[in-house]
């Protein structure tokens, strides 16, 4: 579904992302992790063409990503931090969205907001909202739309353990209806659960894509945050 | 597109900062009419505040928009959007807004008072560099990153555009007054929207030798018809440049 050939990323003279190569099918569920400032943001922010690489190509259902937009229809995003406009209010924001995406969306998914409550606070302003409140918005937005591919950056930082659980669970449910999803996490003991697949990236180059199953025979461990990080302080990602 | 310009507006009609403009530039052109018993003069006097405030405001109100935007901007590059709607969008609903703005803090004023030609000429030059600024501010914006340093710039631009430039023009007709340089000068002026839209209103009036030298230049040289033709295509070019390199820029910028 997506498809990442020799991309490169620089800023100035700092190589964000160095010849990544990946391949991401439907029904995939992958994590993409490694350490900070490894490029985990930025190459999600290319896939979303919010970042412009320097070289490489993305191919999203076998259309070249760029210049073009139509393709973001298919993509719930939940960002790492989620900035809004300071003087809208919740409703606003959510109820602007739904107005942009109204043409490709038949039937918006709004169980995120109804289990986060987030009608009783529709009209909060953005800037008093808490870290954590800010994140239910980001969430419940990317879901919103039924997207064939969530790309979730860190979805439970911050995120208080009922509303992560709650997070956790819509993630589930919606790989078990066979979209792709994409999260970025530092705690991997959550995504044991969730994901299939294991993408680490370390000073912008890719280690390893191996799936769940591989790297816990490799490893000869049963958990998932074990197993990696016996990978990574072995440093044998090759065999 | 017209959703997005839908929510700036919106946006922007909720800061209340376009409302005391209005509220300012009425006020101030109703003071200026009532004051001068002679209404060429007062059309004079509001020249000269439109020629200074509308740039101002233009420039800086939307600089700062742009980068308070920078939130709403990066939530809606996320989403099923053409880069350009969003920039385009931006570009007018500032324009609007302002002009909108402009046509009825100073624009009824004006109609009350000198209803005629020269009057709505002065509007027309009014909402021309509410437009120019505007996309001048989007150039300013885009290409720096740092808040501080981008309003700066603004700054120094609508300065630059405002003063200095009348200086340097002043200071080289006096250094080269023995010379044939009226065409030159002419030149020049058409490179700064401010002097040539205080032109394109002084050659409408009979007091253009009281208002600086360029104009009293300018004079000579272009005829009515001739004169207002060539001005607005220069007009025209300065807003479209600016909003051209920007919306370039913006395209290939990383959010």
């Known amino acids: 579904m997506i498809s990442i050939t020799d991309l490169s990323k620089k800023y100035g003279k700092l190589k964000v992302l160095d010849n990544i190569n990946l391949e991401f099918v439907k ?37 070249n990503i760029v210049n073009s937009w139509k393709y973001r229809s298919n993509i719930g995003y939940m960002p790492q931090i989620g900035r809004y406009p300071d003087n809208m209010t919740i409703g606003h924001v959510i109820n602007m969205m739904k107005d942009i995406r109204k043409s ?24 008093t909202l808490s870290g954590g409140t800010r994140q239910k918005v980001s969430a419940s937005l990317a879901f919103l739309f039924n997207s064939e591919v969530l790309i979730l950056d860190e979805p439970t930082a911050g995120l208080d353990p009922v509303s992560s659980e709650i997070l956790k669970n819509k993630i589930i449910k919606e790989r078990n209806k066979g979209k792709l999803i994409l999260i970025t996490s530092h705690i991997l003991s959550e995504l044991d659960e969730i ?24 490893t000869g461990e049963g958990k998932l945050s074990k197993a990696i990080a016996n990978l990574i302080l072995n440093n044998n990602f090759d065999e | 597109m017209n959703k997005i310009l839908k929510y700036v507006i919106l946006d922007i009609v909720r800061n209340k900062i376009v409302l005391s403009y209005i509220a300012f530039l009425f006020i101030i052109t109703f003071g200026v009419f009532n004051l001068e018993d002679n209404q060429s003069k007062g059309l004079l006097s509001t020249l000269n505040l439109v020629l200074f405030i509308v740039p101002l405001v233009s420039i800086i109100f939307s600089t700062v928009y742009i980068y308070n935007s920078s939130e709403f901007i990066e939530l809606l590059l996320s989403q099923p959007l053409k880069r350009k709607t969003i920039w385009l969008s931006l570009f007018y609903g500032l324009s ?32 021309f560099l509410s437009l120019i600024f505007v996309s001048i501010s989007l150039l300013a914006a885009v290409y720096t990153r740092d808040k501080a340093k981008g309003i700066g710039i603004a700054i120094l631009l609508w300065l630059y555009f405002a003063l200095v430039f009348d200086g340097i023009i002043l200071f080289l007709t006096f250094q080269l007054a023995d010379y044939p340089i009226e065409k030159l000068i002419m030149a020049i002026s058409s490179l700064n929207p401010i002097d040539l839209s205080r032109i394109a209103v002084l050659l409408r009036l009979d007091d253009s030798a009281l208002m600086g030298y360029t104009g009293a230049v300018f004079k000579e040289f272009l005829g009515s018809v001739t004169g207002i033709v060539i001005s607005a295509t220069i007009l025209i070019l300065w807003f479209l440049v600016p909003l051209y390199f920007s919306l370039r820029k913006f395209k290939n910028k990383d959010l």
Do not use: W
């Not at chain 1, 320097?54 to 999203?60: A, E, L, V, Y």
């Not at chain 1, 490709?104 to 800037?127: A, G």
């Not at chain 2, 002009?99 to 909402?127: E, R």
């Open chain 1, 195 to 218: 994901i299939n697949k294991v993408i680490y990236l370390q000073d912008g180059k890719l280690k390893f894509n191996k799936s769940i199953d591989e790297i816990k025979n490799h």
């Open chain 1, 27 to 63: 029904g995939d569920s992958i994590a993409l992790i490694g350490p900070n400032g490894s490029g985990k943001t930025t190459l999600i922010k290319c896939i979303l063409g919010m970042v412009i690489p320097q070289k490489g190509n993305i191919i999203f259902d076998k259309k």
């Open chain 1, 104 to 127: 490709e969306t038949k039937e918006f998914d709004q169980e995120l907001i109804q289990q986060y409550k987030l009608e009783t606070m529709f009209d909060k302003r953005m800037s």
């Open chain 2, 96 to 127: 609007i807004s302002l002009i909108i703005a402009f046509v009825i803090g100073t624009g009824i004023p004006i109609l009350i008072f000198f209803p005629d030609f020269t009057g709505i000429m002065m509007i027309i030059v009014g909402v």
